[in-house]
């Protein structure tokens, strides 16, 4: 179970994807002015080894192109277009936008299918050189990669995505030093664990997750679940542990 002195903490799942095209910086802009409590997305690296913003392993769905995000180089990624006419955003112009403001930030490192080399690195050593209010929470479908960040930097938040059901969240977050988990449906716990749920735009579901205090949820539309949230929740401290 989550605890039930704190907040849920609602994510833009890749900005405002109900309004804006996913993972674009006119969405990132306007939920991180338009009251996101916390803004989530995913890197990938070109060809060349450039971190961009982009969901998929391939640019089929959001983009005017095909074919795989690691056979693009950077310049040649930057040609394509979303639905809203941007190019695919560079990392570091999302994190420019998300700096300096009230916000918790969740970067998933886009992984479980393609490892790209060297990622870890790479994208740790980008983030420091921006200023961020609250911790950016990294996580990742794969196990490697996050063992792979813990080495080379053991004080940030590392947090478990998966989509299977765990049998004890507790130990696997304690025997990997992992702040907390990422599952797709709520998971029962036999102590106090840090779980944020993906993705959820189903009121009923969220009402329950609400209800139980979970420690954050993603979703498509956070004005949305924002309201539902504070119709449920009763004022607390926000914690993220």
């Not at 993972?23 to 990132?28: A, H, I, K, P, V």
């Not at 190019?87 to 886009?110: C, D, G, H, T, W």
Request: hydrophobic letters at 35%; proline letters at 5%; one cysteine or more.
């Amino acid at each position: 179970m989550d605890n039930k002195n704190t907040k849920t903490i609602v994510f833009g799942h890749r900005g405002y994807p109900a309004k804006f095209a996913g993972n674009s910086l006119e969405g990132f802009r306007y939920a991180a002015t338009h009251g996101a409590e916390g803004i989530e997305f995913d890197v990938q690296l070109t060809k060349d080894g450039v971190p961009i913003v982009m969901h998929d392993e391939k640019v089929d769905r959001t983009t005017d192109g095909t074919g795989w995000v690691k056979d693009f180089t950077f310049s040649e990624i930057r040609k394509l277009h979303l639905a809203n006419g941007e190019p695919v955003p560079e990392l570091k112009e999302v994190l420019a936008i998300l700096q300096n403001r009230n916000l918790y930030i969740n970067l998933e490192f886009k992984t479980s299918t393609v490892h790209y080399p060297g990622i870890e690195k790479k994208v740790l050593d980008l983030t420091k050189q921006y200023h961020f209010v609250h911790p950016i929470i990294f996580s990742s479908f794969d196990y490697v990669t996050l063992k792979n960040c813990q080495e080379i930097d053991p004080h940030q938040i590392y947090c478990y995505l998966t989509d299977q059901d765990v049998t004890n969240s507790d130990k696997l977050i304690k025997d990997n030093n992992f702040a907390g988990i990422h599952p797709g449906s709520y998971q029962n716990s036999k102590g106090t664990i840090t779980q944020r749920i993906w993705t959820v735009n189903d009121p009923q579901k969220a009402k329950k997750y609400f209800e139980a205090h979970v420690s954050g949820i993603f979703t498509d539309n956070y004005p949305v679940m924002n309201k539902l949230r504070d119709s449920i929740q009763s004022p607390a401290k926000v914690k993220v542990n």
